[in-house]
């Protein structure tokens, strides 16, 4: 028996359901599948009873989740409590974030943090928000700024920080690029050019739910995973795309971005996330400034 057994078992016990839960861990729902029945192989004992329509625990299963969620507790008590004494030491502050916010909300964010501790080292790594909450939850990152995912894994806490506005990346030949704000009925004839659902569900949605307000359907041209690829895939007058307007700080030759007429809908929401009962004098100093700030990095967005 080992923790990531528990912690699979914990996550089915929970959920009641294999899907749910190996969503909630990253994982994919064999792969759960095989970790609780070694689970129970080494305890010798079934700790679930399992259907096509459903999972129960048994007897033996509803004793194993109380004691499981207080050594688990304790597990992650222990770890919590020497990455905080040896960052102490270290001084250091593992900052992820996307890319639009490592463009437009960090350096700013870290500008101020700089006044606050100037002797601590902030590591960036810059990545989606799907490959960050990960890194938050194996301990390589102590902070991330992310798209909230829409189911969050409960051992995350979330902070909602503020909404960025999106506006039209073109062309500097486009027709549109000479136009100071556009509306979607503008798009209603363009080749957009829209991220993969998978990787950046709100970025990828925002561009559908725009037209559906509008009772318009968008022309799809080109589907691209990477922010900077869009923009580049603009500049080769392939299409246009709405993107987040700190992508605008992204230097990209041969790219204008035009403001998009204001809808409610024209917001896509940012959030701080980190492991949920953990302390990190570092990290709370880091996040005590991003709140402290806040009303101002807003005006920015």
């Not at 996550?11 to 029945?37: D, T």
């Not at 039209?168 to 798009?187: C, E, G, M, N, Y």
């Not at 659902?197 to 080109?222: C, M, N, V, Y």
Request: aromatic share 4%.
């Amino acid at each position: 028996m080992d923790l990531h057994q528990l912690r699979c078992f914990v996550a089915a016990a929970e959920e009641l359901h294999f899907g749910k839960a190996a969503q909630r861990l990253q994982m994919l729902p064999s792969a759960l599948g095989r970790f609780i029945r070694l689970l129970e192989d080494d305890l010798g004992t079934r700790l679930m009873a399992r259907t096509t329509r459903s999972v129960t625990l048994t007897d033996d299963g509803a004793l194993l989740l109380r004691e499981a969620r207080g050594l688990l507790a304790q597990a992650d008590n222990l770890a919590a409590k020497f990455r905080s004494s040896g960052r102490k030491q270290a001084a250091t502050v593992r900052l992820g974030a996307i890319d639009s916010a490592a463009a437009g909300l960090v350096p700013m964010l870290l500008q101020d943090f700089r006044q606050r501790c100037p002797d601590v080292t902030v590591q960036l790594i810059e990545d989606k928000t799907i490959r960050l909450l990960p890194r938050l939850l194996s301990g390589r990152l102590d902070l991330a700024i992310v798209r909230p995912p829409e189911h969050p894994d409960k051992r995350l806490e979330l902070l909602f920080l503020l909404h960025e506005t999106a506006v039209v990346a073109v062309s500097d030949r486009h027709p549109l690029a000479a136009r100071k704000r556009v509306t979607i009925a503008d798009l209603a004839e363009q080749r957009l050019i829209v991220p993969d659902r998978r990787s950046r569900p709100h970025s990828h949605d925002l561009t559908a739910k725009l037209f559906a307000e509008a009772g318009l359907e968008p022309h799809i041209a080109q589907i691209a995973d990477e922010k900077q690829t869009i923009v580049n895939l603009v500049s080769a007058e392939l299409g246009v795309a709405i993107v987040p307007k700190w992508t605008s700080r992204m230097a990209t030759r041969g790219v204008r971005y035009v403001r998009l007429a204001t809808s409610d809908m024209n917001r896509l929401p940012l959030a701080a996330a980190w492991t949920r009962g953990t302390r990190d004098p570092m990290r709370d100093e880091m996040l005590q400034t991003l709140q402290a700030r806040l009303a101002h990095y807003g005006r920015e967005a």
